[in-house]
């Protein structure tokens, strides 16, 4: 499966043009829910002897539809944005790790975190929390922040609405075939739902004609170029998932969740203010743009975003801001 291996599905339901279509069958693509990639390096490591292991992988950074994408590790990973889901397309299939892809467990995709981590991902419109074990790269259409398993998306209870708004927070790594055990409860027994903080990696400049930026370090994001192989999965062949290997119960949690929870356009956040009013007046065609000042660490950083009503509208306006010149604009929930 190449990185066109996940398209089409939640999309938030938007319909998919002719010359997407057109391109991505060139490319060799296989499509059911966003254009997840399964971004693994050509070679994987040694295989648990049961076939459901993988390797523990950040991975270098890489690049779709003009997208640059930096995996890292980041134990203090806290994030909102939108949700969607895959699952019979690619179960029994290789992840990006080299794990199997089984539907009916609580797993993940996620563009950045290393793999397999575990992250707690919380929906922000019912209040269902649940801890998944992160082993896949995606998705990578524009707009969304992870992909679901088919049962995490049960579990949390947008299965049939195929998007939701969430929250997912770094755990810690998770256990490896073989490994020591993790104790999954623990992070369930001392989880409480605090208010999302902004953080630098989320808050890098994007950069706008006329207008200089830089990220916190005063230095230019690295344009480092994915390998091929690196961007193509290898032995992405069916395999079944043994029925002895039924995944454990997961516990599902409620926990309050206040706020709006209103949706957002992020252009950028700039530590110059002029550069923020800028990109502020650039953008005001699409919608009411506004300037809000958020302090990370010592630094004062001036967030530029537009509000959206539902997720379908987001979409749209997401296109938009990025056709400005914004490529790293993003959707997120506050």
Not at 57 to 67: A, C, D, I, R
Not at 86 to 96: L, S
Not at 116 to 133: C, K
Not at 275 to 291: D, F, H, P, W, Y
């Amino acid at each position: 499966m190449t990185i066109f291996g996940r398209f089409w599905g939640n999309l938030g339901f938007f319909p998919i043009t002719a010359l997407i279509v057109s391109a991505m069958l060139l490319l060799g693509g296989c499509a059911e829910t966003q254009l997840g990639a399964h971004m693994a390096k050509s070679a994987m490591g040694d295989r648990h002897p049961d076939g459901s292991g993988g390797v523990y992988k950040v991975g270098t950074p890489y690049q779709v539809f003009g997208v640059w994408y930096y995996p890292q590790e980041n134990d203090k990973y806290d994030s909102t944005g939108i949700a969607s889901w895959y699952g019979a397309q690619f179960h029994g299939k290789k992840t990006a790790n080299g794990e199997i892809f089984d539907m009916n467990a609580v797993s993940a995709a996620h563009p950045t975190l290393p793999m397999p981590t575990l992250a707690r991902v919380t929906n922000l419109e019912n209040g269902r929390s649940i801890v998944v074990r992160v082993n896949d790269r995606g998705p990578f259409a524009k707009g969304r922040e992870i992909d679901m398993s088919k049962r995490a998306a049960e579990l949390l209870g947008f299965l049939n609405q195929g998007t939701a708004k969430v929250r997912v927070q770094y755990l810690g790594p998770a256990p490896m075939p073989g490994g020591p055990p993790v104790n999954v409860a623990s992070y369930q027994e001392t989880f409480v739902m605090p208010a999302a903080e902004s953080k630098p990696e989320d808050l890098d400049a994007v950069p706008v004609a006329g207008v200089k930026t830089a990220s916190l370090s005063g230095e230019p994001l690295p344009l480092v170029p994915a390998t091929q192989a690196e961007a193509t999965p290898q032995g992405a062949s069916m395999q079944p998932i043994p029925d002895d290997k039924a995944p454990p119960q997961v516990q599902v949690e409620k926990v309050p969740v206040s706020g709006a929870n209103n949706l957002y356009v992020q252009a950028g956040a700039f530590s110059n203010y002029e550069n923020a009013l800028t990109v502020k007046q650039q953008l005001s065609q699409l919608g009411e743009a506004s300037i809000s000042e958020t302090t990370v660490g010592e630094q004062t950083l001036y967030r530029v975003r537009v509000p959206a009503e539902n997720v379908d509208s987001a979409d749209q306006l997401l296109n938009g801001v990025v056709q400005r010149g914004h490529a790293g604009a993003r959707i997120i929930v506050d």
